[in-house]
């Protein structure tokens, strides 16, 4: 029986060769069997002392499934894998990085799963989703390490665990990879490998957030622990991202007095002398009946314009007087 990876992603050379798998709740393993005689087989499972979290969550059963093994029609013998699997960049290992920030922006170090009276994480029990409460928040692009649980004796395999038994450690999104699993015989968990879900006796373990920005749930792999609040959130946000820039604050322009606004028919507005800002006709808007003195001289001809409400606010370069919308849908000086 060989392992050959768990929680999806496959493991490094050598590939540790086991009697038995040992699965805490919600993790997979990939294994490798070759058979060395035909025919039905029965796959059984039975609790390990010290990886149940409660009594209720062993599973005994004397068949779970059957394997029935023929004869290879061809007479070949396959041998068992020996070649190291090609894994995406962001699978690269982390355990001799050296710009690893231990801890995350907010300096939480460990997570702890609370039960009892009360269930939750670090102390905190769910706040439900929308709340923007989070356990811990990292940046995209960053390597960091936590320790998942507090520290338990080390023989982790048979009696004499702890008298308190690890929750299942899940997250969501990122695997992380183990740097110290506190498992010498590597068939609970393994240093080196990447997975989603390790029991919570203080695995240390290091992830690289990549792609991915917003919440991120965490949880106790045991449904009726994370029903009553053993979950929370983790907070992935892009820190690379420049603040907008800060406006200079300018100078208080005072407004120049408009001298055409003394004018209340068109005849003065349009006999009155040159507006005194900028040299230009005083402009009389037949709609608003308002003498004015427009700030730019208006450059763009009166045809252009192809709506009635454009035209009559615009004025001819020409004359300077408004423009004139005709019942023919067209503009003209």
Known sequence: ?????????????????????HFIQGTRADVAIRCTESGTFSVSSSSTEGLQVESSNGHDQTNMFLIEVVPSADGFVREMPTQEATLPAHFDSLLNADDVVVGGRNGVQTIVFNAGAAFGVN?????????????ESFCLNTKYELRIGNNRPINVIGPGLSTTVPHPYHQHINHF?????????GEVVRDGEWRDVVPAWGVVMRFYPVRYTGEVVMHCHLLQHEDNGMMGLYLIEDCTTPAPPTPIPSAPVEEEEDSCLGFSTREDCNR???CDNNGSACDWNRFTLVCSCPSIAPTTPCESYTTAEACRNSRCPTTNEACTWTRQDSCFC
């Open 177 to 185: 990879q183990v740097v110290d699993g506190r498992d010498p015989s």
């Open 1 to 21: 029986l060989l392992l050959i990876a768990r929680d999806g992603v496959f493991h490094s050379l050598p590939y540790l060769e086991l009697q038995s798998i």
């Open 123 to 135: 102390g905190v029990p769910f706040p439900g989703f929308g709340a923007e409460t989070y356990v």
């Open 272 to 274: 009155a002398s040159a």
